[in-house]
Each structure stands twice: as C-alpha cells, then as structure tokens.
C-alpha cells in the first residue's frame, strides 16, 4: 500500500511539473483581427422566360424611360457594401430572332458590363443566346460582371449568372421564375 501511495505521489509530482511554466518560455496567445462582416449583393441569379413572339428592336432607340423602347424589364432590390438596398434594374431588348440584348441601371445610372459590346446609350451591354426552339445556349460575355462600383471608400462589382438555372425564349409572357440575390443584412 505504501508503494502506490509513493507511486501516486511520483505520478502526481510529475504531472504537475509538467504543467509547471518556470521557465519563462509563455507566450501570449496571437489577437485574433476584427472581422468586418460585407453586405453587398456580389450575385445575382436570373431564370424567366423572353417572349420569343416579341419584336426585333432597333438597340439605338433603347431609353430608359421609353418603355416602347425595350422588351421587358425585372427590378430588383440588391445592397450596395454598407447593406443599404437599391434597385438594380435589367432591361431585355430582342434584337435577332435568337437574341437578346441586356442593359442594366443601378438606382438611376446605366451600370456598364466588363467585356461587353457597345450598345444603345453608348453603355457596355450584354446578351443571351438561344436555339431555335427557345432553349438557353449561350451569355455574352461568359461571365457577366459590373464594372466597379464606386462609393465613398468602397468598390463593388455585381456578377450576374444566366446559366446555372437557364432561362428559355419561348412564345410565353415574360415570366421570372428566379431571381435570387445574395448579400444584405
């Protein structure tokens, strides 16, 4: 009995040596840098169905505020980097029988495409594509994005995905079945 009591106290002494710091080795532990949460809309998804009966248009007529001038538009509420919410607005213009044209207003301000072609109000547009039977092919350019965005000490870009959930051109009314932003408090 006397041993185990000797090995218990050799054990116990051991372990409180090793939790002893008398060396003088302590380190602080590392300061963990403030996270600043973001609220900006990055993406925003689209899926509906372009009138495929509509009008071929004429891109240099396009005006905002000319709604003879374009086909169809979808508003949506999207948050700008301090989780303020604005209306970004996508305006559809059939410009071929396979072929739409897309421009985009950022509360009251065209918002320009990167790699897009020149369009209507000198804006860089972008375009969708689809088959004779109405089916999705294909968006100009691959990856529609926003040129930055600028505010006070914050810049934003907006990407806006045509293909993961696709949109049809069928002889249908303009129809949104999806429109998913991210972002916002």
Do not use: H
């Given at each position: 009995?006397?041993?185990?009591?000797c090995?218990?106290?050799t054990?116990?002494?051991l372990?409180?040596s090793?939790?002893?710091?008398?060396s003088?080795?302590?380190?602080?532990?590392?300061v963990?840098?403030?996270?600043?949460?973001?609220?900006?809309?990055?993406k925003?998804?689209?899926?509906?169905?372009?009138?495929?009966?509509?009008?071929?248009?004429?891109?240099?007529?396009?005006?905002?505020d000319?709604?003879g001038?374009?086909?169809?538009s979808v508003t949506?509420?999207?948050?700008?980097?301090?989780g303020?919410?604005?209306y970004?607005?996508t305006?559809?213009i059939?410009?071929d029988?396979?072929?739409?044209?897309?421009?985009?207003?950022?509360?009251?301000?065209?918002?320009?495409?990167?790699?897009?072609?020149?369009?209507?109000?000198?804006?860089?547009?972008?375009?969708?594509?689809?088959?004779n039977?109405?089916n999705?092919?294909?968006?100009?350019?691959?990856?529609?994005?926003?040129?930055d965005?600028?505010?006070?000490d914050?810049?934003?870009?907006v990407?806006?995905?045509?293909?993961?959930t696709?949109s049809?051109?069928?002889d249908?009314?303009?129809?949104?079945?999806?429109?998913?932003?991210?972002?916002?408090?």
């Amino acid at each position: 009995m006397n041993v185990i009591k000797c090995l218990l106290g050799t054990v116990l002494i051991l372990a409180l040596s090793g939790c002893d710091n008398s060396s003088g080795d302590s380190k602080e532990a590392p300061v963990t840098p403030e996270v600043t949460p973001t609220y900006e809309t990055t993406k925003v998804k689209f899926r509906f169905n372009l009138p495929s009966s509509s009008p071929v248009m004429d891109t240099s007529e396009f005006s905002y505020d000319d709604r003879g001038s374009y086909g169809g538009s979808v508003t949506a509420l999207i948050c700008d980097p301090m989780g303020e919410q604005i209306y970004l607005t996508t305006y559809f213009i059939k410009v071929d029988e396979n072929r739409w044209d897309l421009y985009f207003k950022l509360k009251n301000n065209g918002l320009n495409i990167v790699d897009g072609e020149v369009g209507g109000l000198g804006q860089y547009k972008a375009s969708l594509e689809f088959d004779n039977e109405g089916n999705f092919i294909r968006q100009y350019p691959y990856l529609i994005s926003s040129f930055d965005i600028e505010y006070e000490d914050l810049v934003q870009t907006v990407e806006f995905d045509f293909y993961s959930t696709p949109s049809t051109s069928l002889d249908f009314p303009l129809n949104v079945s999806l429109l998913d932003v991210n972002g916002c408090k």
